[in-house]
């Protein structure tokens, strides 16, 4: 709860709905209240607290960044950064007894275990591979199977417009691969 409402509302842009002649003071209070939105200045968005609205401006728009000191990452957010951080510490890693391989956490380290132990929760209903977790299914289907851009030169298909615009370039005279 705000202390002096007053003095918010005159801080940030609130939306209202349109309040006519007549209204008392009080039901008109109710009404800003109930419709009161923060909004962003610098793109359209709208919140509901303020805390909505911080963490907004800090994610999508602050220009300060925190740089990793350990890598070339930075993030928008200390907390992220601090979050990252924890990748680098050799304290924080799980060693894979039957490879040898390193994970900075338990989840990565647990999908990488039911590789070894082939423990499939799901497979492409159009190739028959399996996968151990839904995300590189949908990946795989994608990758390989939802080609919706299309060369105009060739009627060769890709997956993603940077596969079909690479691909683009070999029809050019000019183009030479490297």
């Known amino acids: 709860a705000f202390v002096n409402i007053e003095k918010y509302e005159e801080e940030i842009k609130v939306e209202a709905i349109d309040i006519s002649y007549g209204i008392t003071k009080t039901a008109e209070y109710e009404l800003t209240k109930a419709n009161l939105l923060l909004h962003c200045d ?3 968005k709208s919140f ?26 930075n993030y928008k957010i200390n907390s992220q950064l601090n979050k990252h951080l924890k990748l680098h510490d050799p304290t924080n890693k799980i060693q894979c007894d039957i490879c040898l ?7 990565c380290f647990d999908l990488h275990m039911k590789r070894h132990n082939k423990q499939y929760v799901t497979k492409c209903e159009q190739c028959n591979t399996k996968f151990i977790a839904e995300y590189e299914l949908r990946k795989h289907v994608a990758v390989k199977h939802n080609k919706l851009f299309l060369c105009v030169e060739c009627g060769s298909r890709y997956s993603t417009k940077n596969a079909l615009d690479y691909h683009m370039l070999t029809h050019d005279p000019d183009f030479k691969k490297t």
């Open 42 to 44: 610098q793109c359209e």
């Open 48 to 73: 509901k607290s303020r805390k909505q609205l911080t963490g907004h401006r800090k994610s999508v728009h602050s220009e300060k960044r925190y740089q990793c000191p350990k890598c070339p990452k």
């Open 101 to 107: 391989k390193e994970f900075s956490n338990k989840h």
